[in-house]
């Protein structure tokens, strides 16, 4: 069973920068995305970042510029680096992989709290 554990969350003051971890275990996969999403306080969980088993990235328009994801060497480890952030940047933020086996399996995360004072 495959899972997902998120690190790095916190509080911050805006304008600050946050690197969020999310560490796959138990399973391999081939043919993947690796995505952030997250979820503010009376609202729906929105998509911020995803990356493929091909690197190709693709980021919500109000994070470009500012956020960065990128995956380790080993491929079971994806980073969300967060610059400058915003008040409305605040949120849990969930780690999800979909994997490819006979059809798209989602896993997800816990969620890690990231708060930006203003």
């Known amino acids: 069973q495959v899972q997902l554990v998120e690190s790095g969350g916190g509080l911050v003051q805006a304008g600050e920068s946050l690197r969020l971890s999310c560490a796959a275990s138990?399973?391999?996969?081939?043919?993947?995305?690796f995505g952030w999403y997250r979820q503010a306080p009376g609202k729906q969980r929105e998509l911020v970042a995803t990356?493929?088993?091909?690197?190709?990235?693709n980021y919500l328009d109000s994070v470009k510029g500012r956020f960065t994801i990128s995956s380790g060497d080993a491929k079971n480890t994806v980073y969300l680096q967060m610059n400058t952030l915003k008040p409305e940047d605040t949120a849990v933020y969930y780690c999800?992989?979909?994997?490819?086996?006979?059809?798209?399996?989602?896993?997800w995360g816990r969620g890690t709290q990231v708060t930006v004072s203003s």
């Open positions: 138990g399973g391999t996969f081939s043919t993947f995305v």
């Open positions: 990356i493929s088993s091909t690197e190709t990235t």
């Open positions: 999800n992989l979909r994997v490819l086996r006979l059809r798209w399996i989602d896993y």
